[in-house]
Nanobody, 128 residues
């Protein structure tokens, strides 16, 4: 069984910063890519960032809504992926999920449907 353990959400003021962490536990998990996906009630899930872990240069993607403010990275020694969020806005308020695609299957990583395993979600609230 695979679990993705997330941490780091919370309440922050506009302009503040937060770091989210995600680490897999359970059986050894191949990870083609890991993404951070957010969702607000009544809204569609949005892939805000992903990192291709199997590529030599660990290609990263950011949604336009977070580009220049969020950074996704992986600490290989800790087997943990981070999402560093800065210059936070009230519109960033959401539940943030980390998710893993185990094997490349040709689907677009910008689609939440591409991911096989999901964390429990962590709430990020940005006050104005």
């Amino acid at each position: 069984q695979v679990q993705l353990v997330e941490s780091g959400g919370g309440l922050v003021q506009t302009g503040g910063s937060l770091r989210l962490s995600c680490a897999p536990s359970g059986r050894d998990l191949s990870m083609d890519a890991m993404g951070w996906i957010r969702q607000n009630p009544g809204k569609e899930r949005e892939v805000v960032a992903y990192i291709k872990l199997e590529s030599k240069d660990q290609y990263t993607f950011y949604a336009n809504s977070v580009k220049g403010r969020f950074t996704i990275s992986k600490d290989n020694a800790k087997n943990t992926v981070y999402l560093d969020m800065s210059s936070l806005k009230p519109t960033d308020t959401a539940v943030y999920y980390c998710a893993v695609r185990e094997f490349s299957d040709g689907t677009r990583l910008t689609s939440p449907l591409s991911y096989d395993y999901w964390g429990q979600g962590t709430q990020v609230t940005v006050s104005s």
